[in-house]
Each structure stands twice: as structure tokens, then as C-alpha cells.
């Protein structure tokens, strides 16, 4: 009998590993035990696809809904999503002093969003170890504040989960109105906040603010990151600030300048894919909505644990326009020129991503019985994987959670991954005369 190989590219086996780690977690989320009560196949579906591409938007509340053993699933989804299957299959190999083979680093070159194969196992490695010290001293502060107030069990348990879910980026809270019992708390507020930001980031940024300790020893990415964070973040909360502050049902409700101030600052680094909330966002203004939507497409840092076309893309776009109107030939920031072929690659991502969320909008526009802001919201918020909502997540149809399913998986993996799957490389070398269109 002859058996025929199944060769896999590097990008068709991390989509795979990903549908089947997905597929595991919808079994196990259906069983029995996982539920307080029975749930849907396409509920159970959407939740580990939710909580596999970090994203955090929920069908069915996650405190109530899913039992400790079904949190506990949700919770390893989580971190699996979060810090790479890869990375945790390498330090299983490590450990069996298994070699890891070129294929298999190219795969986890691209699962962590890498340009090069050199030193990623060295990346995987510290990356491990950083990231789960990281959660493990969050833990311990958030502990400080829920275990007075919860009791020792459920306390530290609380204290575990959020931990995890803010670290990755995921935004699945126990909760039903997720931190909005907290809007004014300043140690869950900074904890975790701190912990989002600090995953989204990037681990290249992490790794090179650990080894450089200096800001001008640092790589122009990891400059781009720190700067560009700052900016984006301090923008939002003013912006977000100035429209809410009058707003009755947001911010005009808030006893204290101090909880206004918090709330602001809270739902304008949030949008950076984060996920959770202390105010209504379906109270929020129109205006804030749509700033929100911006944030959240723009999303967080390559190689980092939450989603969107990533900051430096939306930076290289913005210095490519700023280029071609100033007529120069050469992008540059910080005195160093961005090649044409990460131009390019901005250029496509942006262009495919805005294509599938176009679709998307469209199709459920059709289908759902919400109107289109919110639509657009929830569409852009799954590519994100940021997981916030105006409230309809519970009430879409069928067709309607299946698409946003594939949104969240889209915006995990990256466009150009799922572009790079179905694509056949063209290896042909032929060049044909060049002749100018009309543009613009």
C-alpha cells in the first residue's frame, strides 16, 4: 500500500495545532463536569476559541456558567494561547534532551512573530521563565487585595486566574460585569494594567529592556514600542477623559475625580487587546466607541501576547504616508531606514486585515438583529482579540458566533499566516516592462 506523506509548511502546521488545541478545549468545556448547567456545542466552541486566541469576548458568563474544572480549562487555553504551544512543546523537548529540528523552529519562529530563526529557542526560554515570574508576583500583590475581602481560597484563586488572564491579554474575568465593581481601586487598577501592557509589549521589547537596560542601546522596534505605547496610551485616556466627563452613565457618574481619572486611563489601555472594562462600554459616547475601534485594530506589539495589525505596523504606515508627501524615497525613524519590504508587509497586513473585517461586517449586518456600530465594534474587538463588547455577544445567531470564531482566529494568527497557508510561493524570476497608471 502506498502511504502518502503529508508535508505541512511551517504556517499550515501552527493553524493546525491551533484547531486542534481549540478542539480539545470544546470537548472538554462540554463535558458535564465543565457546566453548572448544559450549554451548546457552538457555546462551548466559542468559548475555547475565545479563550485559545486570547481574545475574551464570552456567549455564556464565565463565573457561573463553567465550574472550577471548566475555569481551570479556560485558564490553560489562556496561557497556551498566550505564551505559544511552541513555547511550552520546547520546554518539554528541552527537558527530554530532545533536538529541536529547523522545521519545528521555523514554526516557532512564527508563532512568536520573529523575522529571523536565530535565537528563538533562547527567546522561548526566558520568555517561559519571565512571564510566569511576571504572573506569579501579580498573583501575589492581587492576593494582598482579594484575600481580605474573599477569604484564603477564593482569594488566591481569583488572584490566580485574573493573573493569567490580564498577562495574556485575555480579558476573561470572573465576573459578570467584569472590573467594574473596581472601577476606582488603584492597586486592581495598576496591577492589572500593568500586567497587559506589559504583555503587550512584545517579548523581543522585554528581552531588550532586560539585556540593554539603556533606551539608546535598544532596538529601533523596542524604541518604537516604548515610545509609541506611551504616546498612544497618555493620547487615549485624555481624549477618552475630555469626552466622557459629562457622560451620566460613564464617567459624569463617578463620585471622585480620582475614579474618573482611573476609569479614563483603565478603558484607554484596555482597547491595546486587553479586554477588560470598569465602566458600560455600550453607555460609552459614540465618539469613544469609535476611538476604541481605531485602538483596538491598531492593537499591541509583535511577538507579544495580544492581537490587532500590531503598533509598529500602524507606525511604518504612518511614516510611509509622512515619506511619500515629504517626496523622499526612504522611510526613516530614529535615524535608521525601514526597508521596503517591511513597507510591503505593513501595507499587506493592514490591506488584508481591513478586507476580512469588511466582509465580516457586512455578512453580520445581514444576519444579526444589532445595528452597525456595534456590529463593527464586536468584529474589530475579535481581530483584536481584546474581547470587549457593547453586549452582543450573547445574542448572535449561530452564523453569527461561527464568524466571529473565525475573526478570532484570523486576528490571532495573523493574516499574513492564514495568507501564507492557502499561498503558493512564486519562484519565478521573470521581470515584465513597467508602465505607469493613473492613482489618486
Known sequence: MNHRKINLSPSQLLILIFLVSIGIGSML??????????????DALFTATSAMTVTGLVVVDTGTTFTLFGQLV???LI??????????AVLIFIALGRKISLKERIVIQQSLNQTSIGGVIYLVRHLLIFSLAIEGIAMIFLAFRWVPEMGWGQGLYYSFFHSISAFN?????????????YVGDPVINIVISLLFIIGGLGFTVLMDLWSKKKFKKMSLHSKLMIVGTFVINIVSMLVIFAIEVNNPNTLGGLSSVGDKWWA????????RTAGFNSLDIGSLDESTIFLMVLL??????SASTGGGIKLTTFIVMILAVITYLKGKKEVVAGRKSISNEIVFRSLAISTISLTFIFIAVFLLNITEEASFLPLLFEVVSAFGTVGLSMGITATLTTFGKVMIIFIMFLGKLGPLTLAFSLA??????IRYPSESILTG
Request: proline fraction near 5%; charged fraction near 10%.
Open 74 to 76: 479556560i485558564v490553560s
Open 296 to 301: 483596538m485594530f491598531v492593537g499591541a506589539g
Open 169 to 181: 491579554n485575555a480579558g476573561f474575568a470572573l465576573w459578570s460585569d467584569s472590573l467594574m465593581g
Open 79 to 88: 496561557q497556551l494561547g498566550g505564551l505559544g504551544i511552541m513555547s511550552f
Open 264 to 271: 479614563a486611563y483603565f478603558q484607554a489601555v484596555t482597547t
Open 29 to 42: 468545556l462540554k463535558l458535564p463536569i465543565a457546566t453548572t448547567e448544559p450549554i451548546r456545542y457552538i
Open 424 to 429: 503558493k510561493p512564486d519562484k519565478t524570476n
